[in-house]
């Protein structure tokens, strides 16, 4: 059972477009929301996370938006470059205090491949 | 400073042999975490150490797959025997402690022929 779906499987847009990632997640369990960016070659990085508390969080020109009774969050890349091709993956995890070790546990979604053409 | 260290990059081995994989995490991190990512399946948690200790290994596919943290420092995923549908990119990730961000090597690439 796939408990965190990601849409689109790839996104082609020019510079300067807002790209926009979605995630949709089963688990109302589920607190804290990152997204990561994985470049060819490399390890996912972490490029911004949510907690379900607020509905937006800014980072530069990365933007989650959070809408809980959806249980639904996405990305939005403002003024996109050429250097922000890569793939983003949206995940999931319960991060309670008292969750307990396994509550760590990182659920990703399968991938969007962006890419930002010049 | 050092990120996380895996070894080897690249590896290919023919179905049967003994395949051991590397990590060495950031230094003072707690929590060590080893991932798979194939087309298919995406990125899995196979197995998660805290303290060096086992916590969760309930994605480990099967008892081919056996994975060790014998200190804070270095930890071992090993499959044996290997067989083609191991083939994937092994990551392993480290964190400062259990919720904390999870900072990811570049991988091993394993093909199994």
């Known amino acids: 059972q796939q408990q965190v779906k990601q849409s689109p499987q790839s996104l082609i847009v020019q510079k300067g477009g807002i790209p926009i990632i979605n995630c949709a997640y089963e688990?109302?369990?589920?607190?804290?929301f990152p997204w990561y960016q994985q470049f060819p070659g490399k390890g996912p990085a972490l490029l911004i996370a949510?907690?379900?508390?607020?509905s937006e969080k800014k980072e530069g020109r990365f933007t989650i938006s959070f809408n809980k009774s959806a249980k639904q969050f996405s990305l939005h890349i403002m003024d996109s470059q050429p250097g922000d091709s890569a793939t983003y993956f949206c995940?999931?995890?319960?991060?309670?205090?008292?969750?307990?070790?396994?509550?760590?546990?990182?659920?990703f979604g399968k991938g969007t491949l962006l890419t930002v053409n010049p | 400073d050092a990120g996380v260290i895996q070894s080897p990059r690249h590896e290919v081995t023919e179905m049967g042999q003994e395949v051991t994989l590397r990590c060495k995490p950031i230094?003072?991190?707690?929590?060590l975490f080893w991932y798979r990512q194939t087309m298919m399946r995406g990125l899995e948690l196979l197995i998660y150490?805290?303290?060096?200790?086992?916590?969760?290994d309930s994605g480990m596919p099967e008892d081919r797959f056996s994975a060790k943290m014998p200190n804070a420092s270095f930890s071992t995923l090993k499959i044996q025997p290997s067989e083609p549908r191991d083939s994937a990119v092994y990551f392993c990730?480290?964190?400062?402690?259990?919720?904390?961000?999870?900072?990811f090597g570049d991988g091993t690439r394993l093909s199994i022929l």
């Open positions: 150490f805290n303290n060096n200790v086992p916590i969760d």
């Open positions: 949510i907690r379900p508390d607020v």
């Open positions: 230094s003072g991190h707690n929590s």
């Open positions: 990730a480290s964190s400062l402690y259990e919720n904390q961000p999870q900072h």
């Open positions: 995940a999931a995890s319960k991060r309670g205090k008292n969750s307990g070790g396994s509550n760590y546990k990182l659920t």
């Open positions: 688990n109302t369990a589920f607190d804290y």
